[in-house]
């Protein structure tokens, strides 16, 4: 029993080592097509934070979209910027207006 006990706090220690945004790539990987697709985009995830770590303030935009970024969605306007890959389009018409 112990050693469950153990295991399960290993676990738990291992999943928090991630940063937000690592887990938001991770989660946007999970939504590849099949598996050679997911290995590669897992080690561009990889070695991108390692080129650029996160900022705090990046890490604050990445707790807020992981729970609304869902697959099913990520092909759609709504998906990509549920997702963090596209902003709303009232951002981007008024940064368009501003230019």
């Given at each position: 029993?112990?050693?469950?006990?153990?295991?399960?706090?290993?676990?738990?220690?291992?999943?928090?080592?991630?940063?937000?945004?690592?887990?938001?790539?991770?989660?946007?990987c999970d939504c590849s097509v099949n598996s050679l697709a997911k290995t590669d985009c897992l080690q561009r995830v990889g070695n991108a934070e390692a080129a650029n770590?996160?900022?705090?303030?990046?890490?604050?935009?990445?707790?807020?979209?992981?729970?609304?970024?869902?697959?099913?969605?990520?092909?759609?306007?709504?998906?990509?910027?549920?997702?963090?890959?596209?902003?709303?389009?009232?951002?981007?018409?008024?940064?368009?207006?501003?230019?």
């Amino acid at each position: 029993m112990r050693l469950l006990v153990v295991a399960a706090f290993s676990l738990l220690a291992l999943t928090g080592c991630k940063s937000p945004c690592r887990r938001l790539s991770e989660k946007l990987c999970d939504c590849s097509v099949n598996s050679l697709a997911k290995t590669d985009c897992l080690q561009r995830v990889g070695n991108a934070e390692a080129a650029n770590p996160p900022t705090a303030a990046d890490d604050a935009t990445c707790t807020a979209l992981y729970e609304g970024c869902d697959c099913r969605l990520i092909d759609t306007p709504e998906g990509k910027v549920r997702c963090g890959l596209a902003r709303p389009a009232v951002l981007s018409a008024a940064a368009d207006a501003g230019s």
